[in-house]
């Protein structure tokens, strides 16, 4: 049972903007950096955005990070039809059962 | 460029040890910036960490599986290793070794599936 909760899914047409969210506790999310990551299907997780924000070599602008409180968002714009991916948050929880976390995830779906 | 690969059985009994081991290429595992881990990933769920270990050989566990997990580093051959002892049909994921730094995971290994069965 993953503490980060993301929307099973969201969608949109080529050229749109979707956001996804990732919702935490003060324990994970609110003290902690979030990172993002993009599995294409039958392949291992990219490393899309980590500490909340920043985007790693060779990552377009068109996918942005943010954090406000106990909540993170990812977004996309400029939609394409190879960002038809599942989306992953992840951080690291403090309580007592520490440790990585990760979300439950998003399937995006480019109409 | 960094690269991982886990290598291991694909087959498993129930009951036994699910072992596994990473091998990095490209770079050294015995840098101090970095922690190695193990995620898995159930057919059709989503991401489960497993454990993370250093190359001095500090290790932490995801609590969950803490009772039953090990993870080892060796720096002669620049692999870290994985094992899952008394595995049941629950245990059946794609196992990725994956490289953290510096609050992510930011390189992984392509993955190899594990399935436990009799």
């Known amino acids: 049972q993953s503490v980060l909760t993301q929307p099973p899914s969201v969608s949109a047409a080529p050229g749109q903007k979707v956001t996804i969210s990732c919702s935490g506790s003060?324990?994970?999310?609110?003290?902690?950096?979030v990172s993002w990551y993009q599995q294409l299907p039958g392949t291992a997780p990219k490393l899309l955005i980590y500490?909340?924000?920043k985007r790693p070599s060779g990552i377009p602008d068109r996918f942005s990070g943010s954090k406000s409180g106990t909540s993170a968002t990812l977004g996309i714009t400029g939609l394409q039809t190879g960002d038809e991916a599942d989306y992953y948050c992840?951080?690291?929880?403090?309580?007592?059962?520490?440790?990585?976390?990760f979300g439950t995830g998003t399937k995006v779906t480019v109409l | 460029q960094l690269q991982l690969q886990e290598s291991g059985p694909g087959l498993v009994k129930p009951s036994e040890t699910l072992s596994l081991t990473c091998t990095v290429s490209?770079?050294?595992?015995?840098?101090?910036?970095?922690?190695w881990g193990w995620i898995r990933q159930p057919p059709g769920k989503g991401l489960e960490w497993i454990g993370s270990i250093y190359y001095s050989g500090s290790t932490y566990y995801n609590p969950s599986l803490k009772s039953r997990v090990t993870i080892s580093v060796d720096t002669s051959k620049n692999q870290f290793s994985l094992k899952l002892s008394s595995v049941t049909a629950a245990d059946t994921a794609v196992y990725y070794c994956?490289?953290?730094?510096?609050?992510?995971?930011?390189?992984w290994g392509q993955g190899t599936m594990v399935t436990v069965s009799s």
């Open positions: 490209g770079g050294s595992i015995s840098s101090s910036s970095y922690y």
């Open positions: 500490d909340n924000n």
């Open positions: 994956a490289r953290r730094y510096p609050d992510a995971f930011d390189i």
């Open positions: 003060s324990s994970n999310i609110g003290n902690n950096y």
């Open positions: 992840g951080t690291w929880d403090s309580s007592l059962s520490a440790g990585e976390v």
